[in-house]
Nanobody, 120 residues
Framework: QVQLVESGGGLVQPGGSLRLSCAASRRIFSINDMGWYRQGPGKQRELVAVISSGGRTNYADSVKGRFTISRDNAKNTVYLQMNSLKPEDTAGYYC??????????????WGQGTQVTVSS
């Protein structure tokens, strides 16, 4: 089995920055899309950003121009650089990946989540 391990969350003041990381816990045969989702208090989980294996990116309108998603395929790691953070960015942030541990069909995996709190 494989886990997606997230790190980098925390408390930051409005206007500040954080960088989230998510890495697979073991060697992976293949990874397709990797992404970040978030779920705020009383809200549904929503897509923040996604990046394909070829580097194509897509962002939620609410984070365009402030957040940047990137990946290191050699390390099976995806990053989310968050700048100009706002209180409404406060949420649990969850890593997601489509991957196969061994040759065969890919499955969808989720990380355990990391909390981001934007407050003065």
């Amino acid at each position: 089995q494989v886990q997606l391990v997230e790190s980098g969350g925390g408390l930051v003041q409005p206007g500040g920055s954080l960088r989230l990381s998510c890495a697979a816990s073991r060697r992976i045969f293949s990874i397709n899309d990797m992404g970040w989702y978030r779920q705020g208090p009383g809200k549904q989980r929503e897509l923040v950003a996604v990046i394909s294996s070829g580097g194509r990116t897509n962002y939620a309108d609410s984070v365009k121009g402030r957040f940047t998603i990137s990946r290191d395929n050699a390390k099976n790691t995806v990053y989310l650089q968050m700048n100009s953070l706002k209180p409404e960015d406060t949420a649990g942030y969850y890593c997601n990946a489509e991957l196969a541990v061994v040759p065969g069909p890919q499955d969808n995996f989720w990380g355990q989540g990391t909390q981001v709190t934007v407050s003065s």
